[in-house]
């Protein structure tokens, strides 16, 4: 090969790196917010000098630079639920996620009775919030929406209009059925993330079909019943077809009505064939519950230039609320963690 040759080589290859390292869209990083304050909430006990427990927020910061030096994204998006975000699945089913966390303390060391507990916690959500407004990283909250439900269309917009690679970052299980060549999911509580194939071998059936896992054992912490006598163990024996196949309700019924003389489970399928078709329509990620309105405030967001990085606020926030060491050298870990977000367009 020629200089000549070579150097136009060399050229090109360096010019599509540009373009591609650039590029905000090529690996977004998508943040199911609540699902990670309450994990840091439950899980961090740290309290400041003034015995005030700060864990929810300052851990939810901290994982943020984790995931963010971890994934290396060229964008990030922290989704919160919008007001009255159960309202459309409880217009489905009444008893969706009633009764979360009514009795229940946490740090029984730290607070006095749920109340208190509670008012910490929207206490430090409200903060943490003022925190993320000083990073170079995208909010997005849209009334009567849940997370869920616009991480799940952005997971799916955003591949096919930008060819974006997405990784979602929440231990609720929902997010698995969304596994492709472009989606993984981080779960914070394997600390592993979970690839189309990752999804496969570690359930042992096809990721299309995660939904469909979900609809017949149910879902506990949401108030989902699934189907009784059915467990992870048994739903493979009973439907084999899921680790070879990708399948639909129908699919399923199918199976059920021939085979419903062969065990009970299979009979209280048929049986329950309206509620297990309402359970689909609450846990189907693939068509996520949003207006047409939502979906344009959606693209929007994602348009819209990057929020500008204010360190010097961030660390006048963290001064003040007494984080401490909960971030070592946190300079650094600012300028590591935030810095290379704003050098993509």
């Avoid at 981080?186 to 071998?201: A, D, T």
């Amino acid at each position: 090969m020629e200089n000549k040759e070579l150097l136009k080589l060399l050229n090109n290859v360096n010019e599509g790196d540009d373009s591609l390292s650039s590029d905000r869209h090529n690996h977004v990083l998508l943040i199911d917010a609540l699902n990670l304050f309450f994990r840091n909430f439950t899980t961090m006990r740290f309290t400041n000098s003034e015995g005030v427990h700060v864990g929810g927020m300052g851990g939810f910061i901290r994982s943020l630079g984790y995931l963010i030096d971890k994934v290396r994204p060229s964008s990030v998006y922290i989704v919160f639920d919008g007001a009255g975000a159960s309202t459309n699945r409880r217009n489905l089913l009444p008893e969706y996620k009633s009764g979360r966390n009514l009795t229940r303390i946490t740090h029984w060391e730290v607070f006095d009775d749920i109340d208190d507990e509670n008012s910490a916690k929207v206490g430090q959500i409200s903060r943490l919030i003022h925190y993320l407004h000083c990073l170079p990283v995208k909010l997005l909250s849209i009334p009567k929406a849940e997370a869920d439900d616009i991480i799940a269309y952005m997971s799916k917009y955003m591949p096919s209009k930008y060819d974006t690679k997405i990784t979602i970052v929440s231990s609720d299980k929902d997010f698995l059925q969304l596994a492709n060549a472009k989606v993984d999911i981080y779960r914070p509580i394997e600390k592993e993330i979970f690839s189309y194939h990752h999804v496969k071998e570690k359930f042992g059936l096809m990721p299309e079909n995660f939904i469909l896992r979900k609809v017949l054992l149910g879902d506990a912490s949401d108030k989902v019943p699934g189907v009784k006598g059915l467990g992870d163990k048994g739903l493979l024996k009973k439907f084999p077809e899921l680790a070879t196949q990708i399948l639909t309700l129908e699919n399923i019924f199918e199976i059920a009505e021939l085979k419903y003389k062969q065990h009970d489970v299979y009979a209280r399928i048929v049986l329950e064939r309206n509620r297990l078709e309402q359970n689909y329509k609450l846990m189907d990620l693939s068509n996520p519950l949003l207006d047409d309105n939502d979906k344009i405030d959606i693209q929007n967001a994602i348009e819209s230039p990057l929020p500008e990085f204010h360190p010097r606020a961030f660390l006048e926030l963290y001064e003040e609320d007494g984080l401490g060491h909960i971030i070592r050298n946190v300079d650094f870990w600012l300028k590591n963690c935030f810095t290379s977000l704003t050098s993509y367009k």
